[in-house]
C-alpha cells in the first residue's frame, strides 16, 4: 500500500479517536496516544489496533508498538517532561547524542580547516538543528550545551596557537596579565584541560565567539522564539 493512500485512511483513525475524545498525536503513520493510566493505556492499544487493522485493513508492527510513561515516550525526536502547571516538550537523548557527536566531528582538533571556516560550517548546522528544535522549551539545558560547546571551541584555538611564545603573546594580547601568560602559555597540559582552565575561560569568554560570528544554541533558541 502506497504512503499516501495510508495516509488518507489513518485520516479515518484520527476522525475515530477524536470522535472517543481520546488526545493523541499523529505524524504519518507515526501515532501516540496519551491517557491517565497503564490501564487505559493497555484498553487504548488494543481498541487503536483493532481500528487499524480490522477496520482499516492496515498492520500494525507490534514490535513498535509499547506503553511507556510520557516522560520516556518520544517522537520525532521530541520527548516529554512534567512541570507543575502540566507537560512540557524536550530533545530527547537520542536527538541530543546524535547532536553532540555531530558538534565534536565539526570541532575535531584534527580537521585542517580554518577558524572562519570552522565556524560557518558550525553556524549553519546549529541554526538547522535549532530551527527543528525550536519548540523544545528547555532554554537551561542550550544554555548548559553552550558551555560545552565553547570549551570544544577554546580548545581547537588553544593548539591553533601551537608554540608557547604564540601562546603567550596571544594570552597577553587578549587581556592576561605577563607572568600568568607565560604560565599558562608553558604549560604541557592536555588540550582538553586547558580548554576548562580560568585563563582560558578568561582569555576566550562568550563574547570572544560571538564576536568571531559564532552561534550558540541559546541565542539560536531566544532567537526563534521572538519570530
Known sequence: MSPLLSNIMLDDFDQEFWGRG????????????????????????????????????????RQKSAINPANVATLLGFGFYFVR????????????KRMKDRIRELTSRKRSISMADRIQQLNRYVRGWMGYFRLSQTPKKFASLDKWFRRRMRQIRW????????????????????????QWGNSSRAYWRVAKSPILHRALPAEYWAGNGLIFFRAAWDR????
Open 22 to 61: 481520546h488526545r493523541f498525536v499523529r505524524y504519518a503513520d507515526d501515532i501516540r496516544v496519551f491517557v491517565k493510566s497503564k490501564r487505559a493505556a493497555e484498553r487504548v492499544l488494543e481498541q487503536s489496533t483493532k481500528v487499524l487493522e480490522k477496520n482499516l485493513k492496515l498492520r500494525v508492527n
Open 85 to 96: 502547571g502540566g507537560v512540557k516538550i524536550r530533545i530527547a537523548p537520542k536527538a541530543l
Open 159 to 182: 593548539k591553533e596557537w601551537k608554540l608557547p611564545r604564540t601562546r603567550v603573546a596571544n594570552l597577553r594580547r587578549l587581556g592576561i596579565r605577563p607572568d600568568l601568560a607565560y
Open 224 to 227: 526563534l522564539q521572538t519570530t
